[in-house]
């Protein structure tokens, strides 16, 4: 293997893939060097490229061990060290630590233990030796070897054979919920966009119907710009929550600005007042909401800092605790806010510092809040949280650890049906070398951080565990690769993370997925998601009882139609309108196929016994009411999954998309709201008896 391979190899690009149609596919010799550049490679001669091949080929077997080392919890535990021949008969110290607190210890010599590796270079042979530790329960440990007067410290990540299972899924119980995009929701007293007091009343409103869980979008940060940069799948940061869902109403410091204790009550009363002006549009207006909620928090924050930080109160310990115990990344993410979004009109850049963390503060105690009021209420999950595939290149994340992240390459999809070129998502990804060799920090603190004040994680894109499609600068996507990352480890800090966070984990697997990535998310437990639109056994839709059981069933969600446009075909006309239709095939023809769907649909609602009566011989090129809608809801209901979601666009019969795949400007993503406020849905009374239904049929 040449050394231009071997960095092919242990930076991951790989050499070929099968496509949409199964079909095998070459990659050039010359996108995988673009990719390859993209990562910060130095081609620029042969003794160069042999270096870079000698650090990554050659090194590792020269020190002890990696900065980490993922074992199972489950079969043979312990961990491998790499030694050279001089070592061989070397007596070995080593103890395992847990919170500064010495577990285990021993010693060894590598010859007495079992080789499960060895590395010819240079006539010199190195060796793998694996030592055996027992009786480790999952968590990560800090693992000490010493040997003549030299010492190496890695983390040793003690992984459990699958992700946390919650007991009711344990009991074979099958329960139901919503799906929602929190920014969408009505209320009669919100700031003109949905926020977690909204989300307080569906919690309570759905509760009481007998849902188990909530499913949100991303409440990751955005980008200051949130006018032009509103995706909450290309966010700034993911470690950290979009303030906009503050409810500035349900903070303490308001209580002095409603009573008129304040002489700034006056000023929180005219942003009330607009407030209410901005409740009644039916897009999310980004910039005036902003502008209105962050002269509220400074509001807010004027009181905080004058009754509790200066009089060093109870909450202003609170507040400091938490900053401590969030630390430096939050830190870090308050300083790039205070430098890219200033807000106080007083421009002091520490202040500015400390306005930002406490925001942070504020939505994670407003969140923490709806989840414990969720599981008060009976709910078995509570909030399932969304974590986003990547972040926008410009944000607080990506370039705040600028060597872990590839800002030349982009994520993205191979060329499929519905985008020839393939697709470019403009979020950098993460470089697997750089990720391996700072010990997983980054992604253990995603996950950790998205594990908080839920009891279920998505996974957005869930195959970048194993891979993700790179797409080279300057160029369209499809003359990029994939990329692999080590699969074993990634997903073994996903189940460890789990475990320790009690956090149930969904991976949503759409599209084309490698089967040996199934069979290693359905060992490990985790859930998976299915889209009744795509759940076909050849040409047919899948019954209900055939259905996977260990996932996540819905009929749609943000990037499909709702029932009510999937039915009258309204989805179709606009990417015909979009052009954005697959390239060969008319609208007319998308149209016959889903006729032939509909006619699919029908005769299942009879099967079952739940068509209804006027829809047994009606013409189904109308549109969709309430019955039919319903209907297809409750048979849906029926699924085998132990997780099934509706949308709230469905009870509602709304059309109009939150969200468009493939468009930027063309169309208004994700500013749509909702056609009712949350309390006139469920005094709906066909939508209160659905409801029901569908909380006995998800118990028989």
Known sequence: MSSLDQLFYWRGIADSYHNYRGEYVKVPHEYRVNLLKAMGADLSDQKTIDKQAYDLDVAPWTKWMPSIIVSPSFGRQGFYLNVSPAELKTLFQWEVSLEGKVVKKGSFTPVELDEVGDYLYQGERYSRHFHVITDLSPNYYSLTITAEGKSQTS??????????????????????????????????????????????????????????CIGLNPLHALLPDVSHNCSPYSPSDRRFINPLYIDPEFVEESRTLVSGESASAGHFAALQKKAEELRLTDKVNYEEVKKIKYSAFELLFTIFDDQHIKARSARAKEFFDYLQEEGEPLQNYAVWEAKNNPFLTDHDFDRQVVFHCYLQWLAERQLEFCQQHALKLGMQVGLIRDLAVGADAGGAEVTSNPNLFCEAAAVGAPPDPFAQQGQNWGLPPMDPMHLRETGYAHYISLLRENMQHCGALRIDHAMSLMRLWWCPPGQTADHGAYVYYSFEEMLGLLLLESYLNQCAIIGEDLGVVPSEFRDAICRAKIFTNKVVYFEKQGNWFKQPENYESHALAMVDNHDVPTLASWWVGSDLALRDQLNLLEEGISYEQLMKERYEDKCQIINMLKHHGLCPQHWQERDLKEEADQALVFAILKLSSKVASKFFVIQLEDLLLMEDPVNVPGTFKEYDNWQRKISVN???????????????????????
């Open 155 to 212: 983390t040793l990540a003690y992984v459990p054979k699958k992700a946390y299972q919650p007991e009711w899924s344990e009991r074979g119980e099958r329960i139901w919920g919503t799906i929602i995009q929190l920014y969408t929701l009505r209320s009669d007293r919100n700031w003109g966009i949905g926020d977690f007091s909204d989300l307080k009343l569906l919690i309570e409103k759905t509760a009481a119907k007998g849902a188990g």
């Open 678 to 700: 949350i309390k006139t849905i469920f005094e709906d009374k066909n939508i209160d008896a659905l409801l029901r239904d569908i909380s006995e049929i998800r118990k028989s």
